[in-house]
């Protein structure tokens, strides 16, 4: 099974910051990767797919970006409404699939 | 508009079982793969497993597999998931998801997720 180690665990940042989370596969999961954000008490919701495509209705300010094992997700300028954690997700090929264990974004 | 509700959650003993249900509404619901994820408190993401349209394929998380099943009803475009000899470990909230249609994309709409609780 493949193994996503997301990092840092945690986050602080403040408004305007641009910040950088990492996800590593423990194989090449060829840009299977999508981005979720989760503010309390909600559901997930879908940010990027395929590495760096945008869902409809997510902000230029994120961005994601990689290939084979590595993977990174950014966001630009801060908002307070970015305040959440985020998950990455590989999808390549067969299952399992697998999250990262998350990143926590707080404001400094 | 795309809807995914799930149900069924609440308070369960040790070592007894538990169904839930997801109801879908907004799309061909017979079109689409499903899912499940679940949600320790305070803990990330889970992937629990997916289940194809016709039900004729369904993966699990290794952990897992010899305690939930995954199933579907296309004509009450319900998906369900059986739990069953239930503990602690797995109280949690537990979301089902939509799979895209895409090859390129995987979970693009999720239920506002349904609350277990494993206790005596």
């Known amino acids: 099974d493949i193994q996503m180690t997301q990092s840092p665990p945690s986050l602080s940042a403040s408004l305007g910051d641009k910040v950088t989370i990492t996800c590593q596969a423990s194989q090449n999961i060829n840009k299977y990767i999508a981005w979720y954000q989760q503010k309390p008490g909600k559901a ?50 067969l299952p399992p699939y697998t999250f990262g264990a998350g990143t926590k974004l707080e404001l400094k | 508009e795309v809807k995914l509700v799930e149900s069924g959650g609440g308070l369960v003993q040790p070592g007894r079982s538990l169904k839930l249900s997801c109801a879908a509404s907004g799309f061909s619901f017979n079109d689409y793969w499903m899912g499940w994820v679940r949600q320790a408190p305070g803990k990330g993401l889970e992937w629990i497993g997916e289940i194809n349209q016709d039900s004729s394929t369904i993966n699990y998380t290794p952990s897992l597999k010899d305690k939930f099943t995954i199933s579907r009803d296309n004509a009450q475009n319900t998906l369900y998931l059986q739990m069953s000899k239930l503990g602690s470990e797995d109280t949690a909230i537990y979301y089902c998801a939509r799979v895209s249609s895409s090859y390129m994309d995987y979970f693009d709409y999720w239920g506002q997720g349904v609350m277990v609780t494993v206790s005596s």
């Open chain 1, 44 to 93: 997930p919701r879908q940010l990027i797919r395929y590495t760096s495509t945008l869902v409809s209705g997510t902000p230029s300010r994120f961005s994601g970006s990689g290939s084979g094992r590595d993977y990174s997700f950014s966001i630009s300028n801060v908002e307070s409404e970015d305040i959440a954690s985020y998950y990455c997700l590989q999808y390549d090929n």
